[in-house]
């Protein structure tokens, strides 16, 4: 079945660093690709997706791009703040299963410090 | 316009013990899927249920089952358990006739501990 492998954390960044979290993934054909977030305490958001290669994803400042050549799907923003704190999650579908039983990988877990 | 409600919040059982655990999914949206989080790893699909049946599960024991009502709200039950089963349980909803790159919307979750 279709898999993700995520950079693992903790990632600790200064206010208006910039943020890379890689993700590459494992598909058969071209699913969609989603980037989730997870607040302290709280349940997944979703960030942002990309639906097709060379789609780029973006949503409060955060960018993905589709890259079906490297099959990767990495996460970044220009100027981290804090408030971006937060577990991040990539993810994809199941292959032959929509997008109805997503596969998540680990989580990356961001802190961003004043 | 509600998004997906989870209940309880919180919750502690011991080992053995059953437990159910409640969700009624966004508005429009007729689908339910649930999901297992243990502490500090990513969500794992238990099953998904539309129509008031089960549709695709993952790779959980029987001991985990679950009910959807014709309101489109749904009910996770867990028999017999374990400490392992400690973990943070998401709802998630979708609309099925929605197009297949459509998101699924999470609930906050209930955190179930096991003693």
């Known amino acids: 079945g279709n898999s993700v492998t995520q950079m693992e954390g903790p990632v600790t960044l200064s206010e208006e660093a910039f943020l890379t979290i890689n993700c590459t993934y494992t598909?058969?054909?071209?699913?969609?690709l989603f980037w989730y977030v997870q607040y302290p305490g709280e349940g997944l958001q979703l960030l942002l997706k990309a639906t097709k290669a060379d789609d780029k994803g973006s949503n409060k400042g955060f960018e993905a791009t589709y890259r079906k050549e490297t099959t990767s799907f990495h996460l970044e923003k220009g100027s981290v703040q804090v408030s971006d704190s937060a577990v991040y999650f990539c993810a994809l579908p199941n292959s032959g299963a929509g997008s109805y039983q997503l596969t998540f990988g680990k989580g990356t877990k961001l802190s961003v410090i004043p | 316009d509600a998004g997906v409600t989870q209940s309880p919040t919180h919750l502690i059982k011991t080992r053995g013990q059953q437990v159910t655990l409640r969700c009624s999914p966004k508005s429009g949206h007729d689908t339910v899927s649930w999901y297992q989080q243990a502490l500090g790893q990513g969500p794992q699909f238990i099953f998904q249920y539309y129509e008031e049946e089960e549709r695709q599960r993952g790779n959980f024991p029987d001991r985990f089952s679950g009910h959807q009502f014709p309101n489109y709200s749904s009910e996770l039950n867990v028999n017999a358990l374990l400490l392992g089963d400690s973990a943070l349980y998401l709802c998630?909803?979708?609309?099925?006739?929605?197009?297949?790159?459509?998101?699924?919307?999470f609930g906050p979750g209930t955190r179930l501990t096991v003693l």
């Open positions: 598909a058969t054909g071209y699913p969609s």
């Open positions: 998630a909803s979708r609309a099925l006739t929605a197009n297949p790159t459509d998101t699924q919307y």
